[in-house]
């Protein structure tokens, strides 16, 4: 119980005294992940400036060629060079899952806090997020493609709405559980308000299972604009992403299986890579599974 | 006081523990957690294990289990012999065969300890399964009997029934029911009634050592409280810190401590003699109560749920610098009331006057500037205080609130450490760097910081080490003395309420059923539940402090 004096530094004035135990050590799998996923993030956002051909230039002499050295991973039905289109379609799948984590994130965490505090809001909140919880986000995104014409915006907004209310059920549950803590009633003793009860006490209590829900969201949104550029539902097919890179290989998969080897093989690792961290992450933040392994 | 007198020179040994060391697994630095722990139980004999928390009384009865968590602690040495067998030589296979057959086991918190989706009848019949095998009519016959002999009322139903549906009372004679089914040589009882009710807890000790004198059992029985060791012990063991420092029989060891761990220990032990009379002070009360009551489950808006009277017709007034104490057992609703006091909760009809304005009806918003006027000190110092938030921040939050400028709450919450004992750089620190009485001074701080007219203490020292509990209360005297606080004073406990307490209200049910000074209620109690109350409190013909027979008794 007792310790040494220790200096509250700022980043501790923002998260509290969340510590790793003494003598955690972190295995290989995470490390290699972070590498693997700084490799991924790092080549898409250097791609304009790395990328050894223009990704959507097509050159009618190169079609369909195999590995060589100009072209190390051969070229598409267009002559396209493929590295460059898998390097270069990884920034529209980044986006899409980094985006939608944290607008989804951002959006629940406020909707949750307000639904775990406020029983009257609460009753509604929660009933028009089992309706959002109904909607398929494969379909939604159809149907906004359909009306809005196919854009990064429509399949954003597909694939973070049907992810809100998971997140709201999350920070609610935390919020619920945390406001009948004896120190928020104190802090309602005390005077404060009630917004900065809600974001100064309860929100901290949060952010642990939302870093790890985060880390899921990025992955199934990537996985889902995947799946919605292959089916034709997603980005614009001029764009190169992952799922459209795939769908245009489709077509010559017998005769040509690298065309959707490469973006499959991109979008997987990056995936394992993005769950391993999150697994990692709600291993070091909750204090119950480090016990259990004890 | 009648002490237990009987000598057991030529009982046989049930359990010898020899030189017993018990580390952190993996650490051989770090100092011992037992320490050479060396203690006789013999056959029918009831030895107390008393300490306060982390003296390693509860790692003491998991060593003799076989229990100690795996990978965090490890005996290092000694010997546990029970009738002749060293246990630490047992493979895991053969201690799971000794448990429950040899020796058993009851808990505090008996809720936790059964399985709630399992009915009882069959969660002591699951004992028996795993160790003797008998048809089921015949199985069913014993289990009866054993809760027949525990007291349990039309047991027909209560085989049948789900914990849930039991009381806490009931709930623990279940787990002696299970624990003693197989007729163990030992029963090692770790602070098995701290979680009850007085009067419960006195039927349930009276329980054990009468199942005692009709097995023979040998009981090791854990317990921080020495009104408990008064009343049931043959021999006492002190513990401190993995040491034991002294054992002796029980009239021995109360009346001539020879250590002076155990002398400091029994001082502390708040005798129920109550507190001389103060003068009431001139002027109006800071706070009156008038007619509170709170009804839970009146509004469903679907349907009619049956109403819960938590609290009905409680009147009280304290006046400046004077304390009133709540006592009552669990569901008497005094912390309902406390509650209702601090607006946490809103009563459901009455009125609350603090500092001249009536704040029963306010809406919350409302209520906010009046907030400052009374404060509240919760039960459970571990929670009591955001663990993310350094002590010096939940210090200032009050002031901020009011409009102190930053600067000079931090001032003042260096001040107010000073106040309660603590260094003043302890505002840089973190909860979880402080025990729990530490913390329980840093939260008396934070309501200080407010400068209150009132307050509200809902059984602030219920949580800790009798020591750490005279300290606090010594605290809670010498804030007042300052100060001039009025002190609403919850409790369970008629020793602290005796030691802190002006006047006394004693509740049963939701209602005030008797309401005098401090000295009137304990001395000569009017009404038969608060009799009732005072003959359960454990030790009270004994004055622990003195070390000799309460006087008066």
């Known amino acids: ?294 | 006081m009648l002490f237990k007198t009987r000598t057991f020179d030529e009982a046989a040994n049930v359990l010898t523990i020899t030189d017993l060391t018990v580390r952190l697994a993996g650490n051989p630095a770090a100092k011992p957690i037992l320490d050479g722990i060396s203690l006789q139980i013999r056959e029918g004999e009831t030895v107390c294990l008393v300490g306060e928390s982390g003296s390693g009384k509860s790692v003491t009865s998991l060593a003799v289990m076989g229990l100690l968590p795996k990978g965090a602690l490890e005996v290092a040495g000694g010997r546990i012999d029970l009738e002749g067998r060293n246990l630490l030589e047992f493979s895991p296979q053969a201690m799971r065969d000794m448990r429950a057959s040899k020796i058993s086991m009851i808990f505090q918190e008996p809720m936790t300890a059964l399985n709630p989706v399992m009915r009882v009848g069959a969660q002591i019949e699951e004992v028996l399964d795993t160790h003797a095998k008998l048809p089921a009519r015949e199985k069913k016959a014993r289990v009866l009997d054993i809760m027949n002999q525990v007291h349990l009322p039309d047991v027909e139903r209560i085989y049948r029934s789900y914990p849930h549906q039991l009381s806490g009372g009931q709930r623990q004679r279940i787990m002696i029911a299970m624990a003693l089914i197989l007729e163990p040589k030992l029963l090692i009882a770790d602070e098995p009634t701290t979680a009850l009710d007085v009067t419960t807890q006195q039927q349930i000790l009276s329980l054990i050592a009468e199942l005692q004198e009709k097995h023979g059992t040998a009981v090791l029985f854990i317990t921080h409280d020495m009104g408990v060791v008064a009343e049931i012990a043959d021999t006492v063991h002190v513990m401190q810190l993995g040491k034991l420092v002294e054992h002796a029989p029980v009239e021995e060891l109360l009346r001539r401590p020879r250590e002076d761990y155990t002398r400091r220990l029994l001082k502390s032990v708040p005798s129920l003699t109550p507190r001389a009379a103060r003068p009431v002070p001139e002027g109006a009360p800071v706070i009156s109560v008038d007619g509170l009551q709170k009804i839970y489950g009146s509004h469903g808006v679907f349907r009619k749920t049956k109403e819960t009277l938590a609290a009905s017709e409680v009147s009280f007034a304290i006046p400046k610098g004077r304390t009133l104490g709540i006592v009552g057992e669990s569901g008497s609703g005094k912390s309902t009331v406390a509650r209702c006091v601090m607006r946490l909760i809103d009563p459901t009809d009455g009125s609350i006057r603090v500092a001249e304005k009536e704040i029963a009806k306010l809406s919350r918003r409302e209520l906010r500037p009046f907030r400052r006027h009374i404060q509240i000190v919760f039960q459970d110092p571990f929670r009591s205080l955001n663990p993310r938030w350094t002590v010096g921040r939940s210090l200032i939050e009050g002031p901020l609130n009011l409009g102190t400028d930053k600067d000079a709450a931090m001032a003042r919450a260096r001040e107010l450490m000073k106040l309660v004992g603590l260094p003043d750089d302890a505002v840089d620190r973190y909860p979880h760097q402080f025990s729990g009485g530490q913390r329980q001074r840093i939260a008396i701080a934070r309501a200080i910081a407010m400068e209150p007219d009132v307050l509200v203490a809902d059984e602030a020292v219920s949580a800790l080490d009798v020591s750490v509990q005279a300290q606090v209360l010594e605290l809670l005297d010498e804030l007042q003395a300052k100060l001039g606080i009025a002190i609403l004073f919850i409790t369970h406990d008629l020793r602290v309420a005796a030691q802190i307490c002006d006047e006394v209200v004693v509740m049963q049910h939701g209602r005030v059923v008797e309401h005098d000074a401090a000295e009137k209620v304990l001395a000569d109690p009017k009404h038969p539940y608060t009799r009732a109350l005072i003959e359960a409190a454990p030790g009270r013909a004994w004055d622990f402090a003195n070390f000799r027979e309460l006087r008066t008794a």
């Not at chain 1, 996985?223 to 489709?250: C, H, Q, Y």
């Open chain 1, 1 to 294: 119980m007792q310790a040494d004096p220790q200096p509250a530094s700022r980043m501790q004035w923002l998260f509290g005294a969340i510590a790793l135990p003494a003598g955690w050590r972190l295995g290989a799998g995470p490390i290699v992940a972070a590498l693997v996923l700084v490799v991924i993030v790092a080549s898409a956002l250097l791609a304009p400036l790395i990328v050894p051909h223009d990704p959507m230039t097509m050159d009618a002499v190169q079609r369909l060629k195999g590995p060589s050295e100009m072209y190390p991973l051969g070229t598409d039905a267009y002559g396209r060079d493929v590295l460059s289109r898998v390097v270069t379609g990884g920034r529209i799948s980044l986006l899409i899952g980094i985006g939608a984590a944290v607008v989804s994130v951002l959006i629940g965490l406020l909707i949750g806090l307000v639904s775990g505090f406020f029983r009257t809001a609460d009753a509604i909140i929660m009933r028009i997020m089992d309706s959002l919880m109904a909607i398929p986000s494969i379909l939604l995104a159809i149907a906004l493609v359909a009306l809005n014409g196919p854009s990064i915006w429509s399949v954003m907004a597909a694939i973070t709405i049907p992810e809100i209310p998971r997140v709201v059920r999350l920070v609610r549950s935390v919020v619920l559980s945390a406001r009948e803590e004896p120190y928020v009633e104190a802090a309602i003793a005390l005077g404060s308000s009630m917004p900065k009860i809600l974001w100064q006490h309860l929100m901290p209590n949060t952010l642990a299972p939302l870093t790890v829900q985060g880390t899921y969201i990025c992955a199934s949104a990537i996985l889902t604009e995947a799946i919605l550029s292959f089916l034709g539902a997603g980005v614009s097919t001029e764009i190169p992403t992952w799922g459209n890179i795939m769908a245009e290989g489709r077509v010559y998969f017998q005769l040509k299986p690298s065309l959707i080897f490469w973006p499959g093989l991109m979008l997987s690792l990056c995936i394992l890579s993005i769950n391993l961290l999150g697994d990692t992450a709600r291993d070091v933040l909750d204090p119950r599974l480090k016990k259990r392994e004890a």
